[in-house]
């Protein structure tokens, strides 16, 4: 007999991605927000791959989608089309109760704004504590002291928010996004609103909690030193993956080393992103540089290399 479609949504929801060693799987990936006189393509065709255990970082400006990305894989948003997998489970064919439980036990979020984070009338340690209110008491609280320790803020458990600095309040937003013990970690600007030692600090805790965890760690940044002390950035402008920037090999075992000035040095190679259809994104920055002042550049093989530059004649651009 055929399976009803509830058994078919959860063995959609349980079924493992073509690649178990990817934490999150998107393939052409569309959102559109409508209203009632427009819509907004925020997802052009986004196709990206995290691997599990990955500590990662996606940048981009205002409005090039990577907040919208965060949604979608954060459960807090719907895709519209294309595919779209984390940790084995298929966000398209999620119910109601199926996300709930995939955003409570699946993934955790650490937010910009730690008014988000924190609640303001909680010590640090009850603000833990809150999102296990399922668990035992006594469970709770050997799991808060845990975390407390772990973002070295022990000494800080009675604290309010507004006793807290802003890289204690972030500290304890890391803490309360690992209650449940999540496989995947999605951070949003968590270094917008301190100081540069702050924002070092964290990156190097939220290093040592995917080495000891292991658990997968996104941030969405635009943050370019943070980004540049990462394995793998991607970038992503009009909502589709324009490129990514790989570590050197020569950096790899110097990211603790805080002797180097690492917003002036190159510590990534940059990798233009293919779509489909052979397509590439050049930043704008690039055109700039070779004085590209319209819509049209010239494609040439040289020595097996594509050169791409501006066209020779004022009347070919426009």
Same mark, same amino acid.
């Given at each position: 007999?055929?399976?009803?479609?509830?058994?078919?949504?959860?063995?959609?929801?349980?079924?493992?991605?073509?690649?178990?060693?990817?934490?999150?799987?998107?393939?052409?990936?569309?959102?559109?927000?409508?209203?009632?006189?427009?819509?907004?393509?925020?997802?052009?065709?986004?196709?990206?791959?995290?691997?599990?255990?990955?500590?990662?970082?996606?940048?981009?400006?205002? $409005? &090039?989608?990577?907040?919208?990305?965060?949604?979608? *894989?954060?459960?807090?948003? =719907?895709?519209?089309?294309?595919? !779209?997998? #984390?940790?084995?489970?298929?966000?398209?064919?999620?119910?109601?109760?199926?996300?709930?439980?995939?955003?409570?036990?699946?993934?955790?979020?650490?937010?910009?704004?730690?008014?988000?984070?924190?609640?303001?009338?909680?010590?640090?340690?009850?603000?833990?504590?809150?999102?296990?209110?399922?668990?035992?008491?006594?469970?709770?609280?050997?799991?808060?002291?845990?975390?407390?320790?772990?973002?070295?803020?022990?000494?800080?458990?009675?604290?309010?928010?507004?006793?807290?600095?802003?890289?204690?309040?972030?500290?304890?937003?890391?803490?309360?996004?690992?209650?449940?013990?999540?496989?995947?970690?999605?951070?949003?600007?968590?270094? $917008? &609103?301190?100081?540069?030692?702050?924002?070092?600090? *964290?990156?190097?805790?939220? =290093?040592?909690?995917?080495?000891? !965890?292991? #658990?997968?760690?996104?941030?969405?940044?635009?943050?370019?030193?943070?980004?540049?002390?990462?394995?793998?950035?991607?970038?992503?402008?009009?909502?589709?993956?324009?490129?990514?920037?790989?570590?050197?090999?020569?950096?790899?075992?110097?990211?603790?080393?805080?002797?180097?000035?690492?917003?002036?040095?190159?510590?990534?190679?940059?990798?233009?992103?293919?779509?489909?259809?052979?397509?590439?994104?050049?930043?704008?920055?690039?055109?700039?540089?070779?004085?590209?002042?319209?819509?049209?550049?010239?494609?040439?093989?040289?020595?097996?290399?594509?050169?791409?530059?501006?066209?020779?004649?004022?009347?070919?651009?426009?």
């Amino acid at each position: 007999m055929p399976k009803s479609s509830k058994n078919n949504n959860n063995e959609d929801y349980n079924n493992s991605t073509p690649d178990s060693d990817k934490m999150i799987v998107c393939d052409n990936l569309v959102k559109i927000y409508k209203t009632k006189d427009l819509e907004v393509l925020a997802l052009q065709g986004l196709d990206l791959e995290v691997g599990r255990k990955e500590l990662m970082a996606i940048i981009g400006n205002s $409005g &090039s989608g990577k907040s919208t990305f965060l949604n979608m *894989i954060g459960g807090l948003d =719907r895709p519209s089309a294309g595919k !779209l997998y #984390v940790d084995g489970k298929n966000l398209f064919r999620m119910t109601e109760k199926q996300l709930v439980e995939y955003k409570k036990n699946t993934v955790g979020f650490v937010w910009q704004n730690n008014a988000r984070n924190l609640l303001p009338y909680l010590t640090a340690w009850e603000n833990i504590m809150t999102p296990m209110l399922f668990s035992g008491e006594s469970a709770r609280k050997e799991r808060a002291a845990q975390l407390l320790a772990l973002v070295g803020l022990s000494h800080r458990k009675n604290s309010r928010l507004s006793q807290l600095s802003g890289g204690e309040q972030q500290r304890i937003a890391i803490a309360i996004a690992l209650a449940n013990n999540p496989k995947l970690l999605l951070a949003d600007e968590p270094t $917008g &609103s301190v100081d540069r030692n702050t924002a070092d600090y *964290i990156l190097d805790m939220f =290093r040592e909690l995917n080495e000891q !965890l292991g #658990v997968t760690i996104v941030i969405v940044t635009h943050d370019k030193t943070l980004a540049k002390k990462v394995n793998r950035v991607v970038s992503i402008r009009d909502g589709k993956t324009s490129s990514e920037r790989i570590i050197k090999e020569d950096y790899i075992n110097k990211l603790n080393d805080m002797s180097l000035d690492w917003g002036s040095i190159e510590t990534q190679e940059e990798y233009a992103v293919l779509d489909r259809a052979g397509r590439v994104q050049i930043p704008k920055e690039l055109l700039d540089e070779i004085g590209v002042a319209g819509n049209k550049v010239k494609l040439e093989v040289r020595d097996g290399k594509i050169v791409i530059d501006k066209p020779e004649t004022e009347n070919m651009m426009g």
